[in-house]
């Protein structure tokens, strides 16, 4: 079909569109239209007297093989992936998908040839809607039954997914009496964004140069040079969506209690100086940085810049992914290599730049190439061994490629306060043993041992 049509009808429009058109064949249909019901018309391109009529009467004018375009008014709402409905004829309900929107116009492509100029339009769950004088009747037809499209059948099975992790999840809370987060009142928030602000101010008062870059989900104050300090923030916001990405988090539900605070120092003295006076700690003399994760839900982390920017980015988003896995769910705390090798994961995906990561693999797969075995170091209970990061990073990578769903998962199963190999058998369906033969493989070392 290529052909122009034009607008057959002289009759004019106010609130709603009833606006008749012609059909290929010839036929004359009313095509009901309005905020949210939509007719169908012509083909493209349009006519000089479908073009007049388009600003004002949402018909649809153009079809063209599968897809179809329709003209809307700016303050109708369409995104691409709307469904849409055709009543063709006034009655066979045919499916249609929003394949593109413009500022004045959507195409759709239907899931059937049988679609004719003239079939009236409605986007799927705006259907009703008032006509010039009344209401229209909706063009949907209730009687219909809905025919599945491939994509809400694979929404469905997703659901269903989820639905039987979220039950597994449940049940493994059940079972260990491990307590979630529970969601933080108002006054909650506002208690910690007290304290945390608080506690700037008397760090203020002790160090110079101190000052505060707030972003939606970070308090960063430091005495970095302020020309310094703009991608170490954009690291720390790219974290942050990256895993509620990852956890599939909905946006509206944040994370932390309050924001999370990073208190960042030029100088390690100043670190190991505020560790000692204002968090209770003592940092050893190459601890780089520390994330406080209080049992209330805060999370502070403390740090310094050091000489190298890309080692620092990386630390930085490092210890504070710690604080949002101590966030995630329940405060359950993950095996060490888990919890580093995730923690090192996140800092190589958001700072691709540092070396740390790749150079703590290359240098301790190296060894395991030549001893062929992992020395324990995936054991559960393994304090995490800082010569180990690189056999930590690479597992928790490695399971990570295999199936992020799983992996999701996996540390849910470790954050109900399931043992790791029972996690890892029911997100992954294999024993520690299998998996470890399976990351082995990747090197050339199918029968490493664990
Ligand atoms: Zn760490």
């Known amino acids: 079909m290529g052909a122009s049509l034009g607008i057959g009808s002289r009759m004019t429009v106010q609130v709603t569109v009833q606006v008749t058109v012609v059909h290929a064949r010839r036929r004359v249909a009313v095509v009901w239209l309005a905020s949210a019901t939509v007719a169908l018309a012509a083909l493209f391109p349009m006519s000089d007297a479908s073009r007049a009529c388009a600003q004002q009467t ?143 101010k008397q760090v203020g008062q002790t160090y110079q140069g101190m000052q505060l870059y707030e972003t939606e989900q970070f308090l960063f104050f430091s005495n970095i040079p302020a020309n310094q300090v703009g991608p170490y923030v954009l690291q720390l916001d790219k974290m942050y969506e990256l895993l509620m990405k990852m956890y599939q988090i909905p946006a509206d539900q944040p994370v932390w209690l309050g924001k999370c605070l990073v208190v960042a120092f030029v100088s390690q003295q100043q670190f190991a100086h505020f560790e000692q006076t204002f968090m209770n700690s003592a940092p050893a003399a190459k601890t780089y940085g520390r994330c406080h994760q209080n049992s209330n839900g805060s999370v502070v982390v403390g740090c310094y810049r050091g000489e190298n920017p890309h080692d620092f980015g990386h630390m930085l988003v490092h210890e504070t992914s710690h604080g949002f896995l101590h966030r995630y769910r329940t405060s359950q705390r993950l095996p060490a290599w888990v919890n580093e090798g995730l923690a090192d994961y996140v800092g190589q995906v958001v700072v691709p730049t540092s070396r740390q990561v790749a150079l703590q693999q290359r240098a301790r797969l190296q060894v395991v190439a030549r001893t062929r075995s992992l020395e324990g170091a995936l054991n559960e209970v393994t304090m995490a061994q800082s010569p180990d990061y690189g056999i930590y990073s690479w597992a928790v990578t490695f399971l990570i490629k295999l199936d992020d769903a799983k992996f999701k998962e996996f540390i849910d199963l470790l954050k109900a306060g399931v043992s790791y190999p029972e996690s890892l058998q029911q997100s992954y369906g294999a024993t520690p043993e299998q998996f470890i033969s399976s990351l082995g493989a990747t090197i050339g070392i199918p029968n490493l041992r664990p």
């Not at 049940?171 to 602000?197: N, S």
Request: with cysteine.
């Open 58 to 200: 949402l018909a649809v004018r153009q079809v063209s093989g599968e897809y179809c375009k329709i003209p809307l008014p700016a303050e109708q709402r369409v995104a691409v992936g709307d469904r849409v409905r055709f009543a063709a004829d006034g009655e066979e309900v045919i499916f249609g998908t929003v394949t593109a929107v413009a500022a004045d116009y959507f195409v759709a492509r239907f899931a059937s040839r049988q679609l004719k100029v003239g079939d009236a339009v409605a986007i799927r769950g705006r259907t009703s809607s008032k006509s010039a004088e009344g209401v229209v009747e909706t063009t949907e037809n209730p009687e219909q039954p809905a025919r599945k499209t491939r994509q809400e059948l694979l929404a469905e099975k997703q659901a269903e997914l989820e639905a039987s992790r979220q039950a597994r999840w449940e049940a493994a809370l059940a079972k260990t009496g491990v307590k979630p987060w529970a969601v933080p009142t108002e006054a909650q928030h506002a208690e910690t964004t007290a304290k945390h602000r608080e506690l700037m």
